[in-house]
């Protein structure tokens, strides 16, 4: 019905629909936006903020995770040639891993000495905590003319939100962290979902790389160490 009015009071196919059948004959294709808006939105400078944090926390978490999968990616041949071992009970499983490799008799031996000394593994967050600053510090050196970041928190979805609040009350009950009221240097948590459903809780400390100077001698990674050791006897 609407093409017969057209034609009827002069639209020629083919041809714009000006007075004088000029004008554009296809369809507009609008331009592709990068922006979280969409085209024709009058943006504002609260906007514009609320863009730029949405494009940071997107970055920490693609950065974060694919630093997460490289490590993890590694390969890992040690890890082949375990064996489980359960230095607790069936409620309580408290695993750790020996070569299969080993003879019966030594392995028997070295399970046994892991049953006897498995107190000095830390097995949880409980477990962590008391050491002495007298025995050892580690400290962060940092260039004295670096300001203090303060990074504005972020939001999660709730559930992401209830996974983070369970794990920092596990390390604030067990005293690994503690709550600092008045803070000048504030980092954000980063979720990275692991590949057994679960939640791996890290912290986006890429202010603090940055206020740090570089070592131009690093230690020897200690994978590199592990595998060195791997084929000599005990």
Known sequence: MVATEMIKHGYKPGKGLGASLQGITEPITLAASEKFFGVGFHTTKTNVTWENEQKSNEEAFREINRELEQFE????PNLNETELVNLGSSKEVQKTMIS????????DALIQLLFEFKDVFAWSYDDMPGLSVDLVVHKLPTYPDYPPVQQKQRKFK?????????EVTKQLKAGVIRVVRYTTCLANMVPVPKKDGKTRVCVDYRDLNKARPKDNSPLPNIHILVDNCSKHEI
């Open 100 to 107: 299969i490799h080993t003879d019966e008799r030594t392995s």
């Open 158 to 166: 709730t559930d992401i939100s209830d996974k983070i609040k369970e």
């Open 73 to 76: 990616n590694k390969p890992k």
